[in-house]
């Protein structure tokens, strides 16, 4: 058994950007925009006509503020607002992904990235793989024999699959359980967080591969030249706030039963329907 899981804001934010230049169509014929729209359903009817799934799920981000933002108040500042012509799409994407049979699902103050964590428990804890589509690398935590994350490089065409077999290649070396090692050390300006001030991914890379993880680089701080050791104890603070903040929470969808996510199959009346409202087309290879 196989299960599908999406980081919908990751996708969404990649489809409207990806077909921005449909937008001066729409707004001077007065029209909705329905760009993402478009470009989301080929890609995910895509995805589910290449593999068939059990279990799937899209999870969005419910609202700005998250439980995150109670231990980090600045987390993710400087974001831009979603832009209001793709804010009017997102009750049309809700729509279609169910028509495609899959469930949607936003908690309020939780992140996508948690539910998606929640949705790795539950389907390995049944013995079910999962593929994760995502753009974000925190996802790479999530790997394991069971999970797989495609993530998407520039645009959304191009997609590449990290395993258990080859993200070392992928990542630095890394294992998945160093990701959020990782991060504390090198931060991430797209979330806001610091890190430690002055060290970058090289850096970094290397002494997790030495020390394992950041609780013990911290044991070992004399072993370390004084400039670093210097960098390490005046961001001590940052670093593993940075850490904490990365780590997604598997615990989220505990008191979710797994029925929650059964694939129902695409509805092509409905799909049809939503092709034929707004007149699109390519999609004869998946209907």
């Known amino acids: 058994m196989r299960a599908l899981v999406i980081d919908g804001n990751s996708l969404i934010y990649r489809c409207y950007y990806a077909s921005l230049k449909q937008l001066?169509?729409?707004k001077n014929n007065n029209l909705q925009p329905v760009n993402a729209l478009k470009l989301m359903m080929l890609i995910v009817l895509k995805i589910i006509s290449n593999q068939s799934y059990d279990y799937a799920l899209v999870a969005f981000d419910a609202s700005k503020k998250t439980l995150r933002h109670q231990e980090l108040e600045e987390y993710k500042a400087g974001r831009k607002p979603m832009p209001q012509e793709l804010v009017t799409q997102l009750p049309l994407i809700n729509e279609a992904i169910n028509a495609m049979g899959i469930q949607t699902l936003s908690i309020d103050q939780i992140e996508a990235d948690d539910i998606i964590g929640g949705f790795c428990k539950i389907m390995n804890n049944e013995n079910i793989e999962v593929d994760i589509y995502s753009s974000d690398k925190d996802m790479l935590q999530l790997i394991n024999e069971k999970t797989n994350v495609y993530m998407f490089k520039t645009g959304v065409s191009d997609v590449l699959k990290v395993t258990a077999g080859n993200i070392k290649e992928v990542f630095n070396n890394l294992e998945p359980h160093q990701v959020v090692d990782f991060k504390g050390i090198s931060g991430d300006s797209s979330d806001n967080l610091v890190g430690v001030k002055g060290i970058g991914p090289i850096t970094a890379s290397k002494l997790i591969l030495e020390y394992g993880n950041l609780e013990n680089i911290y044991d070992n701080l004399d072993k370390l030249s004084e400039n670093i050791k210097k960098k390490f104890i005046e961001n001590k603070d940052h670093a593993f706030l940075c850490k904490k903040l990365s780590?997604?929470?598997?615990?989220?969808?505990?008191?979710?039963?797994?029925?929650?996510?059964?694939?129902?199959?695409v509805d092509k009346q409905k799909i049809l329907n939503i092709i034929n409202k707004y007149h699109f087309n390519g999609f004869n290879n998946y209907l």
């Open 24 to 26: 001066e169509y729409y």
């Open 247 to 265: 780590t997604i929470d598997t615990t989220i969808l505990n008191d979710y039963a797994i029925l929650n996510f059964i694939n129902k199959g």
